[in-house]
């Protein structure tokens, strides 16, 4: 069975940096997208960052860095300075990908979700 589960989510000060993980099981094979997405409070989820678990190919908006540790089956997200409009829930999601297919955050093409863990940050 897959399953995403994050964790790291915080009440955290302005400026401060938080790092994010995502510890993944049950997948079979080792290609696939993985993304950040966030929902604040009130609006649409968005996405943040991807990263191809073969390639190792990224997109991160501004402040964000994605990584994985592929021996942990853990994918991070490194959040630095803080802002109070970046307080959200933040989800990992995961989905087969052909090698040479480049990742989107588009919702509606990644397939397993994880729960969200929470960030909230304070001026």
């Known amino acids: 069975q897959v399953q995403l589960v994050e964790s790291g989510g915080d009440s955290v000060q302005a400026g401060g940096s938080l790092r994010l993980s995502c510890a993944a099981s049950?997948?079979?094979?080792?290609?696939?997208?993985m993304g950040w997405f966030r929902q604040p409070p009130g609006k649409e989820r968005e996405g943040v960052a991807t990263i191809h678990t073969r390639s190792g190919a990224t997109y991160a908006k501004g402040r964000f860095t994605i990584s994985q540790n592929n021996a942990k089956n853990t994918l991070y997200l490194q959040i630095d300075s803080l802002k109070p409009e970046d307080t959200a829930m933040y989800y990992c999601?995961?989905?087969?990908?052909?090698?040479?297919?480049?990742?989107?955050?588009?919702?509606?093409?990644?397939?397993?979700w994880g729960q969200g863990t929470q960030v909230t940050v304070s001026s």
């Open positions: 999601a995961a989905v087969e990908s052909g090698w040479a297919t480049p990742c989107r955050s588009v919702i509606s093409e990644y397939k397993y």
């Open positions: 049950g997948f079979t094979g080792d290609s696939f997208c």
